[in-house]
Structures are given as structure tokens and as C-alpha cells.
T-cell receptor, first 114, second 114 residues
Framework: NAGVTQTPKFQVLKTGQSMTLQCAQD?????MYWYRQDPGMGLRLIYY???????DKGEVPNGYNVSRLNKREFSLRLESAAPSQTSVYFC?????????????FGEGSWLTVV | AQSVTQLGSHVSVSEGALVLLRCNYSSSVPPYLFWYVQYPNQGLQLLLKYTSAATLVKGINGFEAEFKKSETSFHLTKPSAHMSDAAEYFC????????????FGTGTKLQVIP
């Protein structure tokens, strides 16, 4: 049972380079998310997708784009990486039941921009 | 806007002692509330959640939390700390409508001293 899988796990980029973080979930969840985690700041929502075909901005969307390719996959793209985007990125998905919304996280992607 | 405040970025307890991690929320109506745990170099794992069914919520690994509307609090407790409890803990809140907009606190790192 893979859950939420994100790649790559580690990446070093030069300022101005572009890259895409890939995420896939096998739990048939409608909603998917991208967060970034920085020391002392907790997790901040970059973008989310409530369902296939829709995406919405979160708290810190600048410098990022997303694509909800299908129900399983939700990618995050950095078009022109900046040192301020050095962070740990988490993909997540969620399901709503009679007991509310529960978010399941991937293992994280460590990104360094030099 | 909803938010959560975690008091204390670092908490140290002795093995066998009570664990108390504090979380206060800000929301116009009682929201969904969550506690997540993050072990080093891993993603976040759900410990427990409040969805208005019961004010005292029991989670995994012996943790529990009590929702107190009058104090707008959702503190996490465990009667007896174990070395394996050393991790970072995040409180989170989401509204009943627009539940995808989950907001996380800044986290509390728990150190357990032998």
C-alpha cells in the first residue's frame, strides 16, 4: 500500500533552473495538496486541488505552478527557482468521510536552490 | 481567518512523565482540529482529530486531546512519555466548509530525556 508517493526525494537546483515535483496517490482521494515546510514556520499550503480538473492557490503560491493531471497525480513546477524556494516539499491527499477530512502525507522532497 | 497557535517550540520531558503540548485555535465556529506527528526525515502522520462527535479524542500511541470551546484549546496529552515519542508535533485546523484549507501551527519539538 504505497499511499502518497512523491519524487524526487532530494534535488539541488541552480538559481533560475526549472523543475517539476511529481506526486501520485493510490487511495482514490479527490483532494490533493502541496505544502512547503520551513524551520519555525510549520507547513504552508502552496496549492491544492479539490478534485480532478480544479486547482486553487493556497497561502504561498508565488513562484509555483501546479497541474492536476488526473485523479491520481498532482505535480508542482518551479519555473525559475530562487534560493527562497529552498525547502522541504510535501504532497498530500485527503478524503472526506462522515468523520471529517483526513490528510495523508508523502515522505517529502528536499529541495536546495543554490 | 482561522489559525492555530502552538505554545512552545521545544518541550522537554523525562521518560515516564506527563506530556502536555498546547494548541489554541482561532475560528468563528468550532472547526475540525487535528494533531499530527512528524518523525525525522518523514512525512506527517495523523495522531487524532476532533470532528465534534466527542470533546475528548483518543488517538494512536496513547495520545489524547480535549476540545475546550470556552478556552479555544485543543491540547495534546499523554500520561507517560516514552523515548519513541520524541518527534515534532503539529496542531492543525480546518473549517467545516472549505475543508481543504487546513492551516498548520508552527510545530512543537518534543524531547524525551532518559
Amino acid at each position: 500500500n504505497a499511499g502518497v508517493t512523491q519524487t524526487p526525494k532530494f534535488q539541488v537546483l541552480k538559481t533560475g533552473q526549472s523543475m517539476t515535483l511529481q506526486c501520485a496517490q493510490d487511495m482514490n482521494h479527490n483532494s490533493m495538496y502541496w505544502y512547503r515546510q520551513d524551520p519555525g514556520m510549520g507547513l504552508r499550503l502552496i496549492y491544492y486541488s479539490a478534485s480532478e480538473g480544479t486547482t486553487d492557490k493556497g497561502e504561498v503560491p508565488n513562484g509555483y505552478n501546479v497541474s492536476r493531471l488526473n485523479k491520481r497525480e498532482f505535480s508542482l513546477r518551479l519555473e525559475s527557482a530562487a534560493p527562497s524556494q529552498t525547502s522541504v516539499y510535501f504532497c498530500a491527499s485527503s478524503v472526506v468521510t462522515g468523520n471529517g477530512n483526513t490528510i495523508y502525507f508523502g515522505e517529502g522532497s528536499w529541495l536546495t536552490v543554490v | 481567518a482561522q489559525s492555530v497557535t502552538q505554545l512552545g517550540s521545544h518541550v522537554s520531558v523525562s521518560e515516564g512523565a506527563l506530556v502536555l503540548l498546547r494548541c489554541n485555535y482561532s475560528s468563528s465556529v468550532p472547526p475540525y482540529l487535528f494533531w499530527y506527528v512528524q518523525y525525522p526525515n518523514q512525512g506527517l502522520q495523523l495522531l487524532l482529530k476532533y470532528t465534534s462527535a466527542a470533546t475528548l479524542v483518543k488517538g494512536i500511541n496513547g495520545f489524547e486531546a480535549e476540545f475546550k470551546k470556552s478556552e479555544t484549546s485543543f491540547h495534546l496529552t499523554k500520561p507517560s512519555a516514552h523515548m519513541s515519542d520524541a518527534a515534532e508535533y503539529f496542531c492543525a485546523v480546518s473549517p467545516l466548509r472549505g475543508y481543504q484549507k487546513v492551516t498548520f501551527g508552527t510545530g512543537t519539538k518534543l524531547q524525551v530525556i532518559p
